[in-house]
C-alpha cells in the first residue's frame, strides 16, 4: 500500500506521491486497500457491527445531526462512511480523467450508517465498493488528462485525476486503525470472561 505518513507530514506533496501511478497502480491499490479492510473484520461476527466501542475523542464535525457529533461510531459506521469517501474521490477522478472541467463540489452518497447490521452487509458494502471504484477507472480514457485539475480552495493541492483517485485511498487508510481499535474492543467486550 501506499505510504501517506510522507505526505501527511508535510515532507511529500501529493504530486510527488502520485506522479508514477498508472491507472493499474490504482486498480492494484483499490484491491490492495479494500483487501486489508476485509481481512481486519474477518474474524467479526453481527454483534462486532453495533458494538459501540470506547472513543473519547470521538467528534463528527459533518453529523448529520447535533445529537450524533460526540458518538462513537460502530463498525457498520466506518465501513458505510470510507467506502462513501472513497467512491466519491473515484467518480470525481474519473471526470477530471475524462477532461471534464470539474468545479469544487461533493459527488457524495453515504448509506445510513444505522441500516448496517451483520457482517454480511459490511463485507457486501466493501465489495460492492471495490466493484464501483474498479468501475470508475474503467471509464477513463486510453490517454487520460492527466493535466486536468481542479482545486477545491483557492491555494489548495491541484487535485489531479491521480491525486482525487488517491485521496479516497488515503481516507480508507485513515480509518484502518479505527477499524482495527473497533474490531479489538468489540472482540475483548464479546470474549468469555
Not at 490492495?32 to 466501542?53: K, N, Q, S
Not at 493535466?147 to 491541484?158: C, I, L, P, S, T
Request: proline share 4%; aromatic share 6%.
Amino acid at each position: 500500500m501506499l505510504d501517506f505518513a510522507p505526505v501527511r507530514q508535510k515532507e511529500m506533496t501529493w504530486t510527488q506521491l502520485t506522479t508514477r501511478l498508472t491507472v493499474d497502480h490504482l486498480r492494484d491499490l483499490t484491491n490492495e486497500m479494500v483487501d486489508t479492510m476485509l481481512t481486519l473484520i474477518a474474524g467479526c461476527t453481527d454483534v462486532c457491527v453495533t458494538f459501540v466501542p470506547d472513543d473519547p475523542v470521538a467528534n463528527d464535525t459533518y453529523a448529520v445531526n447535533q445529537d450524533e457529533v460526540d458518538l462513537a461510531w460502530t463498525l457498520g459506521h466506518v465501513i458505510v462512511h470510507t467506502t462513501a469517501s472513497a467512491e466519491e474521490s473515484a467518480a470525481l477522478a474519473a471526470e477530471l480523467a475524462r477532461g471534464v472541467n470539474v468545479q469544487p463540489r461533493r459527488s457524495r452518497s453515504e448509506r445510513p450508517w444505522r441500516t448496517i447490521t451483520t457482517i454480511d452487509q459490511c463485507r457486501h458494502r466493501l465489495e460492492e465498493s471495490r466493484r464501483m471504484r474498479l468501475a470508475s477507472l474503467e471509464m477513463w480514457p486510453d490517454e487520460p488528462y492527466l493535466g486536468n485539475f481542479y482545486q477545491a480552495r483557492e491555494g489548495g493541492v491541484e487535485m489531479t485525476a491521480v491525486i482525487r483517485f488517491v485521496l479516497g485511498l488515503s481516507h480508507d487508510d485513515s480509518h484502518l486503525g479505527q477499524i482495527q481499535d473497533i474490531v479489538r474492543q468489540a472482540q475483548a467486550a464479546l470474549a468469555p470472561a
